[in-house]
């Protein structure tokens, strides 16, 4: 598949728009979504993909706090982490395509920056609607293979990435 093809079907997903709807809070929900990208409810997993989904559509970060909101309610839930894990990366043309733990693609651009110094700790990328998505260790090793194959680290021991058209700082190595 061609890059702008491909690029035009990952801008056609549909998500509600939850950053226009702004109704009452109306509590705490006791669910999470784990580290490992596992949402659970009331302690025990969600089994079924689509209920995930569902869920994951309608997700709105304020600040550092996260809720699931519909036109009429607004419930908070737990993220460990972050709401979605980056699980695989293919690159197509100049640019990384890169697919979470739902099946959502989005490509690594600067509309969609990696940042590996994320206050977390952790390499994140932004994913959509200001929700960061965590970068799998397996994606950052390939990532940094390719880095290493297309080009050395620059004078100052910084390994870059590019795609997109934007270069992305993967690693600052050291002496």
């Known amino acids: 598949m061609r890059l702008d093809d491909l690029l035009q079907q990952i801008g056609d997903q549909r998500f509600p728009p939850v950053d226009q709807w702004n109704p009452d809070f109306c509590g705490d929900l006791d669910m999470v979504i784990h580290r ?3 949402w659970s409810y009331q302690g025990s997993p969600i089994g079924r993909p689509a209920m ?3 869920f994951a559509s309608i997700i709105k970060r304020e600040g550092d706090d996260y809720f699931l909101v519909t036109p009429v309610e607004k419930v908070g839930i737990r993220v460990e982490a972050t709401p979605f894990v980056a699980v695989s990366a ?3 043309d100049d640019t990384w395509i890169v697919t979470n733990n739902l099946g959502e693609q989005q490509p690594l651009d600067s509309s969609h920056p990696l940042d590996i110094n994320d206050p977390s700790g ?4 932004q994913w959509r609607r200001n929700l960061p998505a965590r970068i799998h260790q397996n994606v950052m090793y390939q990532w940094q293979t390719s880095a290493l194959e297309t080009a050395a680290p620059d004078d100052q ?3 870059w990435l590019s795609s997109g ?3 992305f700082l993967l690693a600052e190595l050291e002496g």
């Open 90 to 92: 293919e690159r197509v």
């Open 52 to 54: 995930v989904k569902l």
């Open 36 to 38: 490992s990208g596992q």
């Open 157 to 159: 021991g910084k390994l």
């Open 165 to 167: 058209g934007t270069r």
């Open 122 to 125: 952790e390499p994140i990328m």
